[in-house]
């Protein structure tokens, strides 16, 4: 009967010592991140603890998105979840109030040390009356939601998600901390990489399919002279490819850029006839497989085409 009770009570201190093994490694496999990007630095500062689930994977674009059930699922788990903010994922604002009640949201555009650029008004980067959907997401002085395209805003952001973890996972501090730290020292290079493969075409004027860049072209001294669209989702009207076409011609113009996931006529269109040359910018890491290194692939990729296109000759 000894025998029989002591087996009973090795069973359970076992079974106790596994549930709170997989209490352990479910914390960390309850961290959300929504865009690619952003879950690339939380994967980075999590590194060797545990790893994020991903939202929008693939093409998915966070400005028009439908979450599948498998989604819905890891968000209803979730203990923290890391979005950009609902000027860029509007589609996460309803979900995170039913399903994520009990997680602690990070607002990434809110925390502190962030450069933040309010979206350009006039012109080239303003709606006209004739756009076929003039009902877009942004407001007149909003902020540009895209603060990632900045490596010293990625900084920042590392630095945000470094804080949030070592306060949910304390344990865990001493990794968070280590990851952030290297993370830190590879933005530093990345930039100053970025900013000797961009500065000989820096001053050549191009469009972009939307304005999504102004940070990057902040912090490398970029000169976008307009967007194709106010909203990927929203068909330009006439008046508008009219402008942008004649902005072009007259100013010039090196390259327009599209996107991968949106409709590249558009692109074909402004630049018929005007001798501009066409290249892609994939700003959210749509051909890049997710992970802790997507971000750095994404910016270099990036200065990559834009350096190829403003190089070329008109």
């Not at 496999?29 to 060797?48: E, N, W």
């Not at 650029?117 to 080239?124: D, M, N, S, V």
């Not at 990345?190 to 820096?202: A, D, F, G």
């Not at 402004?270 to 001798?275: A, I």
Request: hydrophobic content about 45%; overall charge negative; charged content about 20%.
């Amino acid at each position: 009967m000894t025998v029989a009770i002591r087996r009973v009570q090795a069973l359970v201190i076992a079974y106790l010592a596994l549930m709170l093994a997989d209490t352990g490694a479910s914390a960390a496999d309850r961290v959300v991140a929504s865009i690619k990007p952003i879950h690339a630095l939380v994967a980075g500062v999590m590194q060797g603890v545990g790893d994020p689930a991903l939202l929008v994977p693939g093409g998915g674009s966070p400005h028009a998105y439908s979450l599948r059930p498998s989604q819905a699922r890891a968000l209803q788990r979730a203990e923290l979840v890391f979005w950009v903010g609902p000027d860029l994922e509007a589609f996460l604002e309803k979900p995170i109030a039913s399903l994520a009640g009990g997680a602690k949201i990070v607002t990434l555009v809110n925390v502190t040390g962030l450069t933040r650029l309010a979206l350009r008004e006039g012109g080239a980067f303003e709606a006209h009356a004739d756009d076929s959907n003039d009902d877009h997401d942004h407001d007149h002085g909003a902020v540009n939601a895209h603060v990632w395209l900045d490596p010293e805003n990625a900084k920042a952001l590392v630095r945000a998600i470094e804080q949030t973890l070592v306060a949910s996972d304390p344990k865990n501090a001493a990794r968070y901390r280590a990851n952030a730290r290297a993370l830190g020292q590879r933005l530093d290079a990345l930039t100053e990489e970025m900013r000797m493969s961009l500065e000989p075409v820096k001053d050549r004027p191009f469009v972009v399919f939307h304005d999504a860049y102004q940070n990057l072209e902040h912090r490398f001294g970029l000169r976008a002279v307009g967007a194709i669209t106010v909203s990927p989702e929203a068909m330009p009207g006439a008046e508008r490819v009219a402008e942008i076409k004649a902005k072009i011609q007259d100013l010039n113009v090196a390259c327009v850029f599209s996107e991968p996931q949106f409709e590249p006529r558009l692109v074909a269109v402004v630049t018929e006839d005007t001798g501009a040359k066409t290249g892609v910018l994939d700003p959210l890491g749509v051909g890049i497989e997710a992970g802790s290194d997507l971000y750095f692939h994404l910016m270099r990729q990036m200065a990559v085409s834009m350096r190829e296109c403003l190089s070329s000759s008109n």
